[in-house]
């Protein structure tokens, strides 16, 4: 089994911790430099992604996880950690940075406001039918060559692809840690 960890700066870090354990995954949480040294994976919680930034840079964290995503460090962005891993973020903070490592140019708050939150039904390749908890979601707007999807909606302005991997690299514009469905999870942790 893999081991995973869970960035713990900002964000929904309890709820994916506790989705991972539930599939008997070895979980740590990662506020550290250090803390990062013996996972194969990291996961990059919903929250608010101009504060997760902040935070990375702060705990030198950035130039750490930067490293060990040259070594093949798992990743799994789940909205603002999507937002974190996104080649290009649209609508972001002017001073907003992110990895760059998934080839995708996604919209903050592509789907509205807060008040504009909304869950739907999903059809996720090679899981099949998921709910999907979307908050103040990220739109993937465009995507590489490169980049494998895995789930898409139809939200009335045309369908964006919500589930992405590019290699290790995974993205998910919706909140899997917040149902009791654990498929999503297993899948990253089956492709570790
Ligand atoms: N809109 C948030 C951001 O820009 C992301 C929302 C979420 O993670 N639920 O960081």
């Given at each position: 089994m893999p081991r995973v960890g869970v960035?713990?700066?900002?964000?929904d870090v309890r709820e994916h911790e506790a989705a991972f354990v539930e599939l008997g995954v070895d979980v740590r949480r990662v506020?550290?430099?250090?803390?990062?040294?013996?996972?194969?994976a990291l996961v990059i919680p919903g929250g608010e992604s101009t504060a997760i930034a902040h935070l990375l840079d702060t705990s030198g964290l950035r130039s750490e996880i930067g490293t060990r995503l040259g070594s093949g460090l798992a990743i799994f962005g789940t909205c603002a950690g999507l937002i974190l891993v996104a080649r290009d973020v649209l609508?972001?903070?002017?001073?907003q940075w992110s990895?760059?490592?998934?080839?995708v140019s996604v919209r903050r708050n592509g789907y509205g406001r807060q008040i504009a939150s909304f869950e739907t039904e999903l059809e996720v390749h090679g899981v099949g039918n998921v709910h999907g908890v979307f908050i103040r979601a990220p739109k993937i707007e465009a995507i590489g060559d490169d980049v494998v999807v895995l789930a898409s909606h139809d939200h009335g302005g045309g369908t964006h692809p919500v589930l992405v991997r590019q290699g290790r690299v995974w993205g998910c514009?919706?909140?899997?840690?917040?149902?009791?469905?654990?498929r999503v999870q297993r899948l990253f942790v089956e492709s570790i």
């Open positions: 960035l713990a700066l900002q964000g506020r550290t430099a250090a803390h990062l040294d013996d996972v194969d609508d972001g903070r002017v001073d990895f760059g490592v998934l080839d514009s919706f909140h899997p840690e917040l149902t009791n469905d654990r």
